[in-house]
């Protein structure tokens, strides 16, 4: 199946490359570089949407258990592994539109970090997000 092509990315973002085949499938991912937390955005597309044209519920979860893991790894600097997601679904989006993702941690323990963030696009949410991510670290020998 051919991959299907959007528009440019908005201004500052630019294509996030070596993540995991489930996500790789599921985008293409973009990032933009922020002083705090995390920044990422996806064009929706008709594979991304419901049989009604809205963004998928499915879709917008697995974008955003994404955008706070990589906050949770940013502000770590371990691999955050989901131990809790709560999304509350907001808006509704459509395809061909540009959905931005902000994260940030709120709290880390030596094991723990918790998180949230918001999909939106433009002025008005599609969904928010909280999440508790388990901190794993390289075993010790």
Not at 3 to 17: D, K, L, R
Not at 23 to 43: C, L, M, R
Not at 46 to 72: K, T
Request: proline share 7%.
């Amino acid at each position: 199946m051919p991959q299907e092509e959007g528009p440019p990315p908005p201004a500052g973002f630019v294509i996030q490359p070596g993540r995991g085949a489930f996500t790789t499938h599921n985008g293409p991912y973009y990032h933009k570089p922020v002083e705090e937390g995390v920044s990422q955005a996806f064009y929706a597309l008709a594979r991304h949407c419901n049989g009604v044209g809205l963004i998928h519920g499915g879709m917008l979860s697995a974008f955003l258990d994404g955008l706070l893991a990589s906050a949770v790894g940013r502000a770590t600097g371990t691999t955050p592994v989901t131990v809790h997601l709560s999304i509350d679904f907001l808006g509704m989006g459509r395809a061909g539109e540009w959905v931005i993702g902000e994260a940030r941690v709120t709290r880390a323990t030596r094991d723990l970090a918790f998180v949230e963030g918001r999909a939106f696009v433009g002025a008005h949410d599609l969904a928010r997000a909280t999440g508790v991510f388990k901190l794993m670290r390289p075993r010790s020998t």
